[in-house]
């Protein structure tokens, strides 16, 4: 194996899932987005009407599913070209793809100390410095703390952020650090990777994009997966077109393109208009699955223990009392009440951040099924 491959560590989202696999657990671990609201009707359609075989062949990118990106991006207040767009496999490639392009050996890249599992995943082949700044569940990134290393001397390539329905925490970054952070990208000359997967999903009036604000040092990443389905694995990234180029040279080394069927089944799909009152109807059920969350935590759990207040997204953070190892408590869950979530551990970028939370899933079950999951959790956290 290569050297960086037996670095890695079993990861807790392994065990989770080995304990998922189990009979009868219910799971509040994975943010799944509810089947039941998959646009399957119109998806069935749309592939139904493709006549053409260039939807089987290999290809260049579907022109046609361009411009319905640009009417997403507009909603996230980004302007952007046809020729700015490239299509990826999900926001996950995205992502490695742009590490990809930009890192080096030796450069530093920054990262709240508690993100998202993927974006340690795609950063561990790259032989790179991680710098980790504080975060927390009311205003997310500490954008302070990025200016002060900034002026201290450091020099990342590359800020990996997501500024809506945060991965775990779930909290959206208020507008002035948006357009700090842009600032001091520009400022400094580091690229930003703005994680955007959860975007379309505001349950409020959501603020603009990062890359609104600067779009020549913010790479922004999207993605069908949470408002379409995932299966289609399709997302895309908004980059100056001179970075779009470079990236088809990366991806034809990994898997030549992205599926034509998926681009096309996405393009007559969004044809037809449907899209609009789809993402309203998503985010009217995630919001009520949040606040059965909500309610159910305020019900159960123990005083001693507090939680975010999701504006967007999949997931709820909850802190626990310090001495307790959310990572530990896991298998008792398992055991005793048969409940699963992820540990905050999980997610951490710096050895000891968020072991005493745990990140819950609302997306996925109905608020019956959530009331109960959290019913169960708190029964365990009084007994301990």
Same mark, same amino acid.
């Given at each position: 194996m290569a050297?960086?491959?037996?670095q890695? &560590?079993?990861?807790?989202?392994?065990?989770?899932?080995?304990?998922? /696999?189990?009979?009868?657990?219910?799971s509040?671990?994975?943010g799944?987005?509810?089947?039941?609201?998959?646009?399957?009707d119109a998806?069935?359609?749309?592939?139904?009407?493709?006549?053409?075989?260039?939807?089987l062949?290999?290809?260049?990118p579907?022109?046609?599913?361009?411009?319905?990106?640009?009417?997403?991006m507009?909603?996230?207040?980004?302007?952007?070209?046809? /020729?700015?767009?490239?299509f990826?496999?999900?926001?996950?490639?995205?992502?490695?793809?742009?590490?990809?392009?930009?890192?080096?050996?030796?450069?530093?890249?920054?990262?709240?100390?508690?993100? *998202?599992?993927?974006?340690?995943? &795609?950063l561990?082949?790259?032989?790179?410095?991680?710098?980790?700044v504080?975060?927390?569940?009311?205003?997310g990134?500490?954008?302070d703390?990025?200016?002060?290393?900034?002026?201290?001397?450091?020099?990342?390539r590359?800020?990996?952020?997501?500024?809506?329905?945060h991965?775990?925490?779930?909290?959206?970054?208020?507008l002035?650090?948006?357009?700090?952070?842009?600032?001091?990208a520009?400022?400094?000359?580091f690229?930003?990777?703005e994680d955007?997967?959860?975007?379309?999903?505001?349950?409020?009036?959501?603020?603009?994009?990062?890359?609104?604000?600067?779009?020549?040092?913010?790479?922004?990443?999207?993605?069908f997966?949470?408002?379409?389905a995932?299966?289609?694995?399709?997302?895309?990234?908004v980059?100056?077109e001179e970075?779009?180029?470079?990236?088809?040279?990366?991806?034809e080394?990994?898997?030549?393109?992205?599926?034509?069927?998926?681009?096309?089944?996405?393009?007559?799909?969004?044809?037809?208009?449907?899209?609009?009152?789809?993402i309203?109807?998503?985010?009217?059920? *995630?919001?009520?699955?949040r606040?059965a969350?909500?309610?159910?935590?305020?019900?159960?759990?123990?005083?001693?223990a507090?939680?975010?207040?999701?504006?967007?997204?999949?997931?709820?953070?909850?802190?626990?009392?310090?001495?307790?190892?959310?990572?530990?408590?896991?298998?008792?869950? &398992?055991?005793?009440?048969?409940?699963?979530?992820?540990? %905050?551990?999980?997610?951490?970028?710096?050895? %000891?951040? %968020?072991?005493?939370?745990?990140?819950?899933?609302?997306s996925?079950?109905a608020?019956?099924?959530?009331?109960?999951?959290?019913?169960?959790?708190?029964?365990?956290?009084?007994?301990?």
């Amino acid at each position: 194996m290569a050297s960086w491959l037996r670095q890695v &560590a079993r990861t807790p989202q392994q065990d989770s899932f080995e304990l998922l /696999s189990r009979p009868g657990m219910l799971s509040l671990a994975l943010g799944l987005p509810a089947a039941e609201l998959f646009p399957g009707d119109a998806l069935a359609r749309a592939a139904g009407s493709l006549s053409s075989v260039a939807a089987l062949q290999y290809r260049a990118p579907e022109e046609s599913l361009k411009p319905h990106v640009i009417e997403l991006m507009s909603a996230r207040g980004v302007r952007c070209s046809a /020729s700015q767009i490239f299509f990826t496999v999900g926001a996950q490639q995205g992502m490695s793809l742009l590490l990809r392009l930009l890192l080096d050996p030796g450069q530093e890249v920054m990262a709240e100390e508690i993100s *998202y599992t993927g974006f340690a995943g &795609a950063l561990a082949p790259h032989d790179c410095r991680l710098l980790t700044v504080p975060t927390n569940v009311e205003t997310g990134i500490d954008v302070d703390a990025v200016e002060a290393l900034l002026r201290g001397g450091a020099r990342p390539r590359v800020l990996y952020v997501m500024a809506d329905g945060h991965n775990p925490l779930g909290v959206s970054l208020p507008l002035e650090k948006r357009r700090r952070l842009a600032a001091l990208a520009r400022e400094y000359a580091f690229y930003i990777l703005e994680d955007d997967a959860y975007g379309q999903l505001c349950f409020g009036a959501n603020s603009p994009a990062i890359r609104s604000f600067e779009d020549r040092w913010v790479l922004y990443i999207g993605s069908f997966s949470k408002i379409l389905a995932p299966s289609l694995r399709l997302g895309w990234v908004v980059v100056p077109e001179e970075l779009a180029a470079e990236l088809a040279n990366v991806k034809e080394g990994s898997d030549l393109d992205v599926a034509s069927f998926s681009q096309h089944v996405a393009s007559a799909a969004l044809g037809t208009g449907f899209l609009g009152k789809h993402i309203a109807a998503l985010k009217e059920e *995630y919001r009520q699955r949040r606040d059965a969350m909500e309610r159910a935590l305020a019900a159960h759990f123990p005083s001693s223990a507090s939680w975010s207040h999701p504006e967007g997204g999949f997931f709820t953070w909850v802190d626990l009392p310090r001495h307790l190892n959310a990572t530990q408590l896991l298998r008792r869950s &398992a055991d005793e009440e048969r409940v699963a979530f992820m540990p %905050g551990g999980a997610f951490s970028m710096r050895p %000891g951040a %968020g072991d005493s939370c745990m990140r819950l899933s609302f997306s996925y079950c109905a608020p019956a099924v959530i009331e109960d999951g959290v019913a169960r959790l708190g029964r365990l956290l009084r007994s301990v």
